[in-house]
């Protein structure tokens, strides 16, 4: 979703101090639709309690998806005359969203229960790496590293049941316009459903193919 779309804001009658800026933070919030965030914003450069006295305010050009970090924003409005205003604003906008964590320690190679979950508050904006937001892409995988409580749970710290190992033969199928192509191979990496990795296939150019896990531990080619 792109933000070029008009914003309506009621005039606000409560004073906003000096890190509380509700009007600007909904509008960066509203940028991570259908996630619900909040917003944390961090001035630099202009007022935005100024924006407080505005209504119908919309942002002149666009504001990406996921919007965090440092942002220079130009944004319009009518006051209660229905005069028209510009606003140059500057400054870092930190998104914070529920994720997820542990109760307890959990040792590696241990499978994810879901009650061993408990939610927190994470910021995004300073993740280097994604969290993972739902319940069900962690529930039934593997921790690859210890998971201890208050540290959110990344997408690189669990992994799904190992199905096919290194060094074992395996079977990969491509399929197109209704004719499906068989190729044996060896694997090359370890890896469960959903996972890629590269098949060791002597007869092809490179010798070598990548493949998608499926459940039934065959593969599924990527051309």
């Given amino acids: ?14 004073m906003s101090n000096a890190q509380n800026y509700p009007t600007l933070e909904k509008i960066i919030a509203a940028t991570w639709v259908p996630h619900h965030v909040t917003c944390k914003w961090e001035p630099m450069f202009g007022d935005p309690a100024a924006l407080d006295k505005l209504k119908d305010v919309e942002v002149v050009g666009e504001l990406d998806d996921f919007a965090s970090g440092l942002l220079t ?14 606003l140059t604003l500057k400054g870092r906008a930190r998104i914070f969203r529920q994720a997820y ?5 959990v040792k590696i190679g241990k499978e994810i229960k879901l009650a061993m979950l408990t939610s927190l508050t994470c910021e995004w904006s300073n993740l280097r790496a994604m969290a993972l937001l739902d319940a069900g892409a962690i529930v039934g995988k593997y921790a690859v590293r ?32 209704g004719v499906t192509v068989k190729v044996e191979g060896v694997a090359m990496k370890d ?5 890629t990795i590269p098949v060791r296939v002597p007869e092809v ?10 459940n039934d531990a065959t593969l599924r080619w990527i051309p």
Avoid: W
């Fill in 1 to 14: 979703m792109r933000l070029g779309l008009l914003l309506s804001f009621s005039l606000l009658t409560t």
């Fill in 73 to 86: 924003l130009t944004l319009k409005g009518l006051d209660e005359k229905g005069g028209a205003h510009c």
């Fill in 101 to 105: 964590s542990v109760a307890s320690r």
């Fill in 146 to 177: 210890p998971l201890v409580p208050g540290r959110v749970i990344l997408a690189s710290d669990v992994r799904p049941k190992t199905l096919v190992r290194s060094g074992e033969p395996v079977t990969i199928y491509y399929e197109q316009g």
């Fill in 191 to 195: 890896g469960g459903i959903g996972e």
């Fill in 205 to 214: 150019e490179k010798n070598r193919l990548e493949g998608v896990i499926q």
